[in-house]
């Protein structure tokens, strides 16, 4: 629209050219205060007809994609503290106050609404990284995710797909990274309190837990698994591909009652899913399909609520088991983790209205999922390495005990060093 253009274009021109600070006084004297001067003149025209067009879905839209072209060339100039300030500005606004401006009236009654919105709390997202550590809610944790339907909904603005993507992958990055220096520095011999943050929820056992997924190493690694089921369905029909993959996703899962739930579950579901194409040879279109079907089976089915299955799985003990079968997914069909990712936001705003304490059980499994996707991610590596059994030191009855984490992020100078510090057992007097 054309009115939508005039205000885009001279937002992008002020902020572009201009302090942060006068930018975002001009966003507020358009959008909020309606205040007119010679500098947003056509601004003010532009959004005056919108609001005498009484559409206040034009309105939200334009509002909406206005904040993300600020927040998009802030970001690129890694001026945080103004994308925290322009949403905040929305913040205890006098929008109940008398006006006897028509147009004012109803831009305050339309921006009581958009607050009211779910667009203003994907919106929230962008201020999350700066809030409190202490004082955020338990679902805060997982950002990365909650951004993820953002930039995978097409219906989006350009702008809000591109700074949801930016920011998602800034702060998988720098779990990761977080990660990688907690897990090298607290198997050092430095002093606790010199320890970096844990940025898990999980406590001292995250160490027992990345142990636990790094050491599916070798022939039977999920990567090798992976490649070969891949080589192996290659030329199948789908039928055929559809039964090898239930064996492939309960292979090595040493709980029965879950491969016996896994097993009778999802036959039901995929023995009758896209049937037209049972004799058809697996192609990657229909493999997608599957994959995207499967994992919405182990998930959320209607995107709203936990499917039935996930349910039943999760009551079956360790989520690290379920965690483990969606990595499965993910590695025979890497396209699928966008789609992966968006049901893990929608249960994650499923579950964020209960209390932490009514939702443990649930928050270990996002905790779990975090921490295998960040050891699994493209540009991280995770080994185990088994110290000198001659140090005393390091004599323990558990297997575990006697292994070392490293860990790798590609072109990280600081991580290796953090890493050099466990590459021998530490001294001690004797």
Same mark, same amino acid.
């Given at each position: 629209m054309p009115s939508q253009d005039m205000i885009y274009r001279f937002l992008l021109e002020i902020v572009q050219h201009w302090p942060p600070e006068d930018v975002l006084l001009e966003f507020k004297r358009l959008f909020i205060y309606y205040d007119s001067n010679p500098i947003n003149a056509i601004a003010i025209k532009s959004l005056s007809e919108i609001i005498f067009s009484n559409n206040e879905?034009?309105?939200?839209?334009?509002?909406?994609?206005?904040?993300?072209?600020?927040?998009?060339?802030?970001?690129t100039t890694r001026n945080y503290s103004s994308i925290k300030e322009?949403?905040?500005?929305? +913040? *205890?606004?006098?929008?109940?106050?008398?006006?006897?401006?028509?147009?004012?009236?109803?831009?305050?009654?339309?921006?009581? @609404?958009?607050?009211?919105?779910?667009d203003y709390?994907?919106?929230?997202? !962008?201020?999350?990284?700066?809030? +409190?550590?202490? @004082?955020?809610?338990?679902?805060?944790?997982?950002?990365?995710?909650?951004?993820?339907?953002?930039?995978?909904?097409?219906? *989006?603005p350009v702008e809000q797909r591109e700074a949801a993507r930016v920011l998602s992958q800034e702060l998988k990055d720098k779990f990761k990274f977080d990660l990688a220096m907690y897990t090298a520095r607290s198997q050092s011999a430095i002093g606790r309190e010199q320890l970096p943050k844990n940025p898990t929820g999980l406590g +001292?056992?995250?160490?027992?837990l990345i142990k636990a997924i790094v050491a599916k190493r070798g022939p039977f690694s999920y990567e090798n698994l992976a490649n070969i089921f891949k080589h192996q369905t290659k030329e199948l029909p789908y039928q055929d591909f559809k039964q090898s993959l239930k064996k492939y996703l309960i292979f090595s899962v040493q709980n029965p009652n879950f491969v016996e739930v896994l097993r009778t579950k999802l036959s039901e579901k995929l023995d009758r899913?896209?049937?037209?194409?049972?004799?058809?040879?697996?192609?990657?279109?229909?493999?997608?399909? =599957?994959?995207?079907?499967?994992?919405?089976?182990?998930?959320?089915?209607?995107?709203?609520?936990?499917?039935?299955?996930f349910g039943l799985l999760m009551s079956q003990g360790n989520p690290l088991t379920l965690v483990i079968v969606l990595l499965k997914?993910?590695?025979?069909?890497?396209?699928?983790? =966008?789609?992966?990712? =968006?049901?893990?936001?929608?249960?994650?705003?499923?579950?964020?209205?209960?209390?932490?304490?009514?939702?443990?059980?649930?928050?270990?499994?996002?905790?779990?999922? *975090?921490?295998? !996707?960040?050891?699994?991610g493209e540009n991280v590596q995770y080994n185990l390495i088994k110290m000198q059994e001659h140090r005393k030191e390091y004599q323990s009855d558990k297997p575990v005990e006697v292994y070392r984490v490293f860990s790798q992020l590609k072109m990280n100078a600081e991580l290796e060093a953090a890493n050099e510090a466990i590459a021998e057992p530490p001294i001690t007097d004797e």
């Open positions: 879905e034009e309105f939200r839209n334009t509002l909406k994609r206005s904040c993300y072209i600020l927040i998009n060339n802030w970001e322009l949403i905040h500005s929305f +913040d *205890n606004l006098l929008i109940s106050k008398k006006t006897l401006s028509h147009n004012l009236s109803r831009l305050r009654l339309w921006l009581a @609404n958009f607050i009211k919105s779910k709390q994907e919106l929230k997202l !962008f201020a999350a990284r700066y809030e +409190d550590g202490d @004082n955020l809610h338990w679902s805060q944790r997982y950002t990365s995710y909650l951004l993820v339907p953002q930039y995978a909904d097409l219906k *989006n +001292d056992e995250v160490l027992r899913l896209y049937n037209s194409h049972n004799e058809n040879v697996l192609n990657d279109a229909i493999m997608l399909r =599957t994959c995207n079907r499967v994992i919405e089976y182990l998930t959320t089915e209607n995107h709203q609520e936990p499917s039935p299955l997914v993910i590695l025979i069909s890497k396209n699928s983790r =966008t789609h992966l990712e =968006t049901c893990i936001a929608e249960l994650i705003q499923y579950y964020m209205h209960y209390p932490e304490e009514d939702c443990k059980w649930v928050i270990s499994f996002f905790e779990i999922f *975090n921490i295998t !996707f960040a050891i699994y």
